[in-house]
Every structure is written in C-alpha cells, then in structure tokens.
C-alpha cells in the first residue's frame, strides 16, 4: 500500500490509514501539530465515491459505518446530518454508526449528540481498521474540503453522492435539515425579535463592523422588531445576546425561536432553515445557489468578488477592504425581505428558480 508524504496525507481525499492499522482523520493529526509519517489511504473494501463513484445498496444494509463523516464545522455538519437524515427517510431500518475525528470542536460534537438518538451511534477516531466488520455498509466521506466536487455541488448534493445516493432522488423539500425541528427547543424568555448574526467563520465571509448599524436599521425598520444579535452593535434597538448564548442547545433556540434572520453565517441560515425562520443571507466567496438552493424562506444578497470565489477562508488586508468596499456601495433600500407572499417563490430548485437573490446596486 502507497503510503503519502506528509502534505499528501493531510489534504488526503480520505481518511487515512496508521502505519499501526488504525483508522485516522487527518484534521486530528493537523491539529495536533503530529508527526504524519507511514500513514496511507484506506483500503479498497471501504467505499470512497471520490475514488470511485458507487450506488449504495440501503436496502439490504442493516448498519451502516460512515467513517470521517461530516467534517468539523457546524454548517458543513448540519448538511451532513441532512443527508443523513433522507437516506434514513428512504430507509427507516438502518442504524448508523458516524465515526467522528476525537478533536473536533465540542460545539460540533454537541450536534451530533442531539442527533445520534434517531440516527445510531457516534464514535471517536482514531479506531482500529477492525473495528468496521466487514459484513457491514463501510463509507469514508473524510477531509471532504479537499474532494473536488466538494466544491462544484450544492453542498445537499455532495453529501448524498458522497454516500452513494443520486440527489435527484430526494425532493427539494426532504433537503432543508427539517430534523433539527425534531430536536426539543430551549425555551427563550423574550418578546418576539429580528435576530442578526454577522460572523462568519472567517473574516472574509463576515459582514464588516462598520456596517451593522445601518443593517440592524434596517432589520429593525422592516421588521417593526427589536433586533438581538451576536456582537456589539451601536443601535437603540439592538441587544447584544452573546453572553447568553453559550452552548450549541442555546445557538439553536435562539434562531429557532426568532422570527426573521439576517445572517453571514451558513451555518446560522442552516439551521433557520430546519425552523422555516424567513432568512436574508450574505454570500461573498461562494454563490448562494451552493448552499441555498432549496430554502423556501430564504433570500439572499451575492457580492460581486470574483477574485474571492472558493476562497475557504482569509483575513488578508486586501481580501478585507474589498469586503467593505461591496458592503460599503450596497443600496440597502434594496435589501431583501423574505416575505409571507414569496417565501414559495424564494431559493427554489435549479430546474424552476436558481435563487432568490438580489445583485448589489450602488447607493444613491
């Protein structure tokens, strides 16, 4: 077996293969700073459709092992879970077991703990290669940044292929993490509010600072409601929530329970979307229609920044004032609204509607 040099092995489409026989996701040997050496791809017998296309057969499956699955942000996670959640529509019988890199975030692994009841079971790697048997459905979906068509295809779609479903056999409807619904909700004691989430998990996906103010404004002027957010903003109608929002369970009640988002954050939209809160998202480095395609509440507003598409993360000073620059010269009059008439209308399939969106206009 070819073992991989140590860049090789960390921007592996894959998870990988310990000189000592075990199964290793090479984000916990990044963030280890370890030593990678002797490590090679796994075996043949355990399916990787980015090594060679496959159709899964569910059916006769009675457990199913995806291994490295779904990566180590809460967005990306969401989405994954989604996925996960229509083959188990498809196929009520399956149990699963999702083998998760031991260094993930908590945050992330939290989700994964709310799911794993309707789902099977979640372990740690690194794990021994034998602990897959090999009468069982065996999947690797690691390091899925790295697979090229991670980034051509709505993220909705990559899952499903990756785990050997063709997406056109799951409806638009069955894509929209409508299981987060299942999960029981955190009462939040507040009136009714707009709520503004304008950190991204990178700066060059983020809304700038010096935009909030006119952005809550405008929430607030639209939506005839107090608008909370994550962050100090400098508005009388904004309260900042961060201190109160301390684990995954309080992210999640307190976009579930909002009655209108505004976000930069996908992972934030994702999940207003397992909750049908009408959304406005932000996209600057990746088009709207890659991870928005089948939101029904949701409209969105796409920067022009071709010289940022793809671009996964940045905080490069010139990446930055360009952010601020399209930020700077959006007409925010023309911000739009998900609204009760549209919302069916909004995000729709690539075959009626690509997606709702607005292309930025300069102010007057």
């Known amino acids: 077996?070819?073992?991989?040099?140590?860049?090789?092995?960390?921007?592996?489409a894959g998870s990988l293969l310990s000189p000592g026989g075990e199964i290793v996701a090479p984000y916990?040997?990044?963030?280890?700073?370890?030593?990678v050496s002797g490590f090679s791809a796994l075996p043949a017998e355990i399916l990787n459709a980015g090594r060679s296309p496959f159709d899964a057969d569910y059916a006769r499956a009675n457990r199913v092992h995806l291994v490295n699955a779904f990566g180590v942000t809460l967005g990306d996670s969401i989405i994954g879970l989604s996925a996960l959640f229509a083959v188990k529509r498809l196929h009520p019988h399956?149990?699963?077991t999702i083998w998760r890199p031991a260094r993930a975030p908590r945050y992330v692994q939290r989700l994964y703990a709310l799911a794993a009841p309707a789902l099977g079971d979640i372990a740690d790697l690194p794990a021994p290669l034998a602990s897959l048997p090999a009468n069982a459905l065996r999947i690797d979906i690691g390091n899925q940044l790295f697979w090229p068509r991670f980034a051509s295809m709505p993220m909705i779609d990559f899952f499903l292929w990756a785990m050997g479903v063709a997406p056109e056999r799951i409806a638009a409807a069955g894509k929209r993490n409508r299981w987060l619904a299942e999960i029981p909700l955190k009462k939040i004691?507040?009136?009714?509010?707009?709520l503004f989430c304008p950190d991204a998990s990178t700066p060059v996906r983020s809304i700038p600072a010096s935009m909030r103010a006119q952005i809550v404004a405008r929430i607030a002027e639209e939506t005839g409601l107090p608008v909370l957010g994550f962050g100090a903003v400098d508005h009388p109608r904004y309260r900042d929530i961060a201190p109160l929002c301390i684990d995954t369970d309080d992210f999640l009640a307190w976009i579930g329970h909002a009655r209108y988002l505004?976000?930069?954050d996908t992972a934030a939209l994702?999940?207003?979307a397992g909750f049908d809160v009408p959304t406005t998202a932000f996209f600057t480095t990746i088009p709207a229609v890659m991870r928005a395609r089948d939101y029904a509440h949701c409209v969105a507003v796409e920067f022009d920044l071709p010289h940022l598409q793809g671009v996964h993360a940045s905080a490069r000073p010139a990446d930055l004032e360009a952010l601020e620059r399209v930020y700077r010269d959006y007409d925010w009059r023309a911000m739009p609204f998900a609204r009760e008439a549209s919302l069916s209308s909004a995000c729709r399939s690539p075959e009626t509607k690509a997606i709702a969106h607005?292309?930025?206009r300069p102010s007057r």
Request: glycine share 0%; hydrophobic share 40%.
């Open 94 to 96: 399956l149990r699963f």
């Open 358 to 360: 607005t292309t930025p």
């Open 262 to 264: 505004v976000t930069a």
């Open 189 to 194: 004691e507040s009136e009714p509010y707009a």
């Open 270 to 272: 994702h999940i207003a």
């Open 1 to 12: 077996m070819t073992t991989l040099d140590e860049v090789h092995a960390l921007t592996h």
């Open 28 to 35: 916990d040997l990044e963030v280890a700073h370890a030593h």
